[in-house]
Nanobody, 121 residues
Framework: QVQLVESGGGLVQPGGSLRLSCSAS????????MGWYRQAPGKQRDLVAT???????NYADSVKGRFTISRDNAKNTVYLQMNSLKPEDTAVYYC???????????????WGQGTQVTVSS
């Protein structure tokens, strides 16, 4: 069974930092892209950042310069370093992976359960 396990969420003051981790486990052949998305109350789920298998990154404009996505392919883990956090960053953050459980069995939209990030004074 494949699963994504997230950690690192919590309550932080404005201007503070958090580091989210998401590890994929189970029977996995390979992982292509991984990413982080977030959903604030009453809003749609939006892209935060993605990272390719080779390390190429893409960020939402709202987090550029503040957030950094990275991955450790040996550990099947993706990270999101969040600095200079703002109240508007408050959301449930979801880990996503485009992965293969076999050479030809692809799971394009595999999600973690989400972790709450609250930025408040």
């Amino acid at each position: 069974q494949v699963q994504l396990v997230e950690s690192g969420g919590g309550l932080v003051q404005p201007g503070g930092s958090l580091r989210l981790s998401c590890s994929a486990s189970g029977s996995i052949y390979s992982i292509n892209a991984m990413g982080w998305y977030r959903q604030a109350p009453g809003k749609q789920r939006d892209l935060v950042a993605t990272v390719s298998s080779r390390g190429g990154t893409n960020y939402a404009d709202s987090v550029k310069g503040r957030f950094t996505i990275s991955r450790d392919n040996a550990k099947n883990t993706v990270y999101l370093q969040m600095n200079s956090l703002k109240p508007e960053d408050t959301a449930v953050y979801y880990c996503n992976a485009d992965l293969y459980v076999t050479l030809y069995r692809r799971l394009r939209d595999f999600w973690g359960q989400g972790t709450q990030v609250t930025v408040s004074s």
